[in-house]
């Protein structure tokens, strides 16, 4: 069984910097993409990045690119996002997520198992 348990968020201000960190139990992390998906309230969740099984490939969501950086560490079972010059509409609880494949995809259908997520808030 795969556990996923994310980490970081909390409580900043506009502009400001985050790392997240999301932990996977398990084998076999290193043979899978992860990603990381958010969800506001009263929206859908929606996809912010995702890194393949080597490290070497990334995606970034649009509202995200050139904000954030995704990366995972294989030998500590890891992936790590960090988001930079926070926004408002980056509030949202982001979750963590690996992927079916070792490829990556944007979309929630190609991950199949998933942290509780954790809580950003972004405030003036």
């Known amino acids: 069984q795969v556990q996923l348990v994310e980490s970081g968020g909390g409580l900043v201000q506009y502009g400001d910097s985050l790392s997240l960190s999301c932990v996977a139990s398990g084998r076999d992390f290193s043979d899978y993409a992860m990603g990381w998906f958010r969800q506001a309230p009263g929206k859908q969740r929606e996809f912010v990045a995702a890194v393949s ?9 649009d509202v995200v690119k050139g904000r ?27 979750y963590c997520a690996r992927g079916r494949t070792p490829e ?9 198992y998933w942290g509780r997520g954790t809580q950003v808030t972004v405030s003036a």
């Not at 990556?104 to 199949?112: H, K, M, N, Q, S």
């Open 68 to 94: 954030a950086t995704i990366s995972r560490d294989n030998a500590k079972n890891t992936v790590y996002q960090q988001m930079n010059s926070l926004k408002y509409e980056d509030t949202a609880v982001y």
């Open 104 to 112: 990556i995809f944007a979309t929630d259908w190609a991950y199949d």
């Open 53 to 61: 099984w080597t490290g070497e490939s990334t995606k970034y969501a």
